[in-house]
Structures are given as C-alpha cells and as structure tokens.
C-alpha cells in the first residue's frame, strides 16, 4: 500500500529557510516520480517541483526556481522539499505526491497525473 507522510512545516520569516520531509513506504523510490504542491485557500493546487525516476532529472516551476530543490534519499525512503528565501507568498499547505510513470520519462507537474498523497502540511512565512 502506497503511503506518503509530509512533515515539517511551520513559521517562518521571510528570506529564512525551511526543510519539508516525505516519508514513503509501500513501494520503491527507484521507479516513482515524487512532486511537491502547494495549495491555499480558493486557488487550484500548484506544482513547485518533481523529480523523476531513473536519472533523478527535475522539473521546476518559474515562481520557485533558484530558491527551492527536492531531493531523494532512496536508502531511506525519505523525498525532502529544500526552501531556501522563501516569501511571504510561498505561505500554503504543501504535498508531497507520488506515482509511477514510464521509468525516465520527464517528471510532471500538474496535480491530475498523481494518484498517491501525503496530508499536507502548513508553511507560513510571516515577520
């Protein structure tokens, strides 16, 4: 059974950083793409970042790039979300998701393709 955990979330200042983690289990981090999503209220869920199976290539969005990084720690089923300079406008509830798509293939940024969820968890940036 596919199970994700996100943790990690919390207050933070502006320009300051925050690490959100995902914990997995129930299938292998080797042949699942992972995406991080962010959602506030009355706005369709965002995609920030994926990274694929196979050769760990990312996909990022504009609103992120250069500031936010995803990383895979397959020995320990673990995908973390790294901000870096967050702002007050990255504040929302963020998701780690996961599916298995053709091993390689470009990972995907749009919440439709994901079927596995974790239950999100709240980053607020706020002097």
């Known amino acids: 059974q596919v199970q994700l955990v996100d943790s990690g979330g919390g207050l933070v200042q502006p320009g300051g950083s925050l690490r959100l983690s995902c914990a997995i289990s129930g299938f292998s981090l080797n042949y699942y793409s992972i995406g991080w999503f962010r959602q506030v209220p009355g706005k369709e869920r965002e995609g920030m970042i994926c990274v694929n199976s196979g050769d760990l290539s990312t996909d990022v969005a504009d609103s992120v790039k250069g500031r936010f990084n995803i990383f895979k720690d397959i020995d320990n089923n673990m995908v973390y979300l790294q901000m870096d300079n967050l702002k007050p406008e990255d504040t929302a509830v963020y998701y780690c998701?996961?599916?298995?798509?053709?091993?390689?293939?470009?990972?995907?940024?749009?919440?439709?393709?994901?079927?596995?969820w974790g239950q999100g968890t709240q980053v607020t940036v706020s002097s």
């Open positions: 998701a996961t599916d298995q798509f053709e091993y390689g293939d470009s990972c995907l940024r749009s919440s439709l393709d994901y079927r596995y």
